[in-house]
């Protein structure tokens, strides 16, 4: 088998094998459903209502939607009882970041200490920012924020920040010095979620109604209580070859110079934590080294002057791992989170011991 590096500069493409048997199965589910709703629209208008109701479009979005059980999150409010530390950021922070080693570790000497992995799959500081008041109100001891070149660079993705703002509008507390962080289009966002805008969702909930509840999300446990599935997650040689080639991959970007919305936010959600007395640390996320190695000087010394700009304490992470701990060029594996968590406990345990974080 070829090793990671003479596959380098090499053009691989990925194949997703699916059966034939399973092509065949959902042809004939999605014929059926359709024939069922023209039948339902032609013969009894009343059918097609009932048949959406059965599907329990509200139910799905409950139990599946991260923003809602992340909201439901920050209504308990742990911080009141407890010294929680939260963790945000992206998919790479879920990966990362595996609470039950860190709370492990630091629960040794200080037993009140429980860390929360907040993670969001494809999360940006300008969608964090519409949370900011909430993550507030949920009372952390300490923040720690770890991002990417990414996070800073990437746009909105709007069916992801739909999401974030429909979905729990009513229970949304966007601050007023937030708003021009956003454009009018994004502000329009900001209104109640219709009975109408559900539809994107029915074939989701038709799906689900045969899958069955996902459960409830316990974030001092895993990214999306998701153990089982980190500890399948496997290295994949081909992916990161692709992806560290790539020179327009997302996690690569060009940083500049320029003060950007993007960068303002991550500014904005770090001074707004600390004016509020949370603490909050930043880290430079781990990379795979062949990753890393595609960051240009330029782009380096460029999102460095911005972390600095936050006036956070921030520490470097992304070359902490070797190259066997990820499972693409930016996910790690489960035994990467191990070899990370001992860090990250070490680091709260300082903060405590600096007085940073006010333990109780």
């Not at 596959?7 to 004939?28: H, P, Q, W, Y």
Request: with cysteine; glycine share 4%; proline share 4%.
């Amino acid at each position: 088998m070829p090793k990671i590096e003479d596959l380098l500069n090499k053009t691989v493409r990925e194949e997703t094998d699916v059966t034939k048997g399973s092509i065949s199965l959902s042809i004939t589910v999605y014929i059926v459903i359709i024939c069922s709703v023209i039948i339902s629209v032609i013969l009894c208008p009343s059918l097609l209502l009932g048949f959406y109701c059965v599907t329990n479009v509200d139910g799905y979005l409950q139990d599946t939607k991260q923003i809602i059980n992340l909201y439901d999150f920050y209504d308990q409010k742990v911080g009141e009882n407890e010294t929680a530390v939260f963790f945000l950021g992206s998919s790479i922070v879920g990966w990362s970041m595996y609470p039950t080693e860190i709370n492990r570790i630091v629960k040794m000497d200080y037993p009140n200490i429980t860390t929360y992995n907040l993670a969001e799959s494809g999360d940006l500081p300008i969608e964090r920012a519409l949370e900011i008041q909430k993550i507030i109100d949920a009372k952390p001891s300490l923040v720690i924020y770890g991002i990417t070149y990414r996070s800073v660079m990437d746009k909105i993705d709007y069916g992801r920040f739909f999401d974030r703002t429909k979905l729990v509008y009513p229970r949304l507390d966007i601050r007023n010095d937030s708003l021009p962080l956003y454009n009018a289009e994004e502000k329009m966002y900001f209104t109640p979620f219709n009975e109408f805008e559900k539809k994107r969702y029915l074939k989701s909930a038709i799906d689900y109604k045969f899958a069955g509840s996902s459960g409830s999300v316990n974030y001092s446990f895993d990214y999306l209580g998701g153990e089982q599935s980190r500890k399948l997650a496997v290295k994949n040689d081909q992916k990161i070859i692709t992806q560290v080639n790539d020179p327009n991959f997302i996690f690569r970007p060009v940083v500049t110079n320029e003060s950007t919305r993007y960068k303002d936010a991550l500014i904005y959600n770090v001074k707004t934590l600390q004016d509020a007395g949370v603490p909050v640390i930043i880290i430079n996320m781990p990379l795979h080294p062949l990753l890393s190695e595609r960051i240009t000087d330029e782009s380096r010394a460029n999102y460095y002057d911005l972390l600095n700009e936050t006036g956070a304490v921030w520490y470097d992470f992304e070359h902490c791992l070797d190259e066997d701990s990820f499972s693409d060029s930016h996910h790690v594996i489960h035994i990467g989170a191990l070899k990370l968590a001992p860090r990250i406990a070490d680091l709260i345990i300082e903060q405590v011991e600096k007085d940073v974080i006010h333990y109780t």
